[in-house]
């Protein structure tokens, strides 16, 4: 049982931090180069809350996985460091998700909302980042307990 919790905490840590660096480092950037503003907008509208909602869907995993390894063996200072910053990730996220809507509103005001717009873009930007330095981390963590054997 504590394998299974480790292959679905570990896969499900590398399916959220892949999401983040495909998103930033393919997607973003074919969709501003490749469709118009009309275009871009439509597809990153309907993107993004599927993008966040993986997120969210990858940190239940992690979390039930953490759990069920706490449950299963002796709650680790490292587990509990990992079950604590998988807990922050998925807060974190929850907020860029429900961020969603009042991004598209200052989008839609033109530019007498854009610096709400700017502000809210950023923080949700600066969030994402949080997150996958949180995720980086957390795979490594991993990756060096499995080195070391433990």
């Given at each position: ?7 679905l ?32 907008r ?17 940190g ?42 009042p991004?598209?509103?200052?989008r ?24 996958l ?11 060096a ?6």
């Open positions: 049982m504590t394998a299974i919790a480790i292959i905490f570990t896969v499900s840590a590398s399916a959220w931090v892949g999401a983040i660096l495909f998103q930033s480092a393919v997607v973003a950037p074919a969709v501003f180069r490749h469709l118009d503003e009309s275009q871009a439509l597809l990153l509208r309907g993107l993004f809350p599927r993008f966040f909602r993986f997120g969210l869907i990858c239940a995993l992690m979390l039930a996985a953490a759990v069920s390894l706490g449950s299963a063996t002796e709650w680790s200072g490292t587990l509990a460091a990992l079950t604590a910053a998988t807990f922050i990730m998925i807060v974190l996220e929850t907020i860029s998700l429900l961020m969603v809507p991004i598209n509103a200052a839609d005001a033109g530019e007498a909302g854009s610096v709400r717009f700017r502000r809210l873009h950023g923080t949700s930007v600066a969030l994402t980042l949080i997150i330095l949180l995720g980086i981390g957390i795979l490594a963590t991993v990756a307990r499995a080195a070391a054997g433990a």
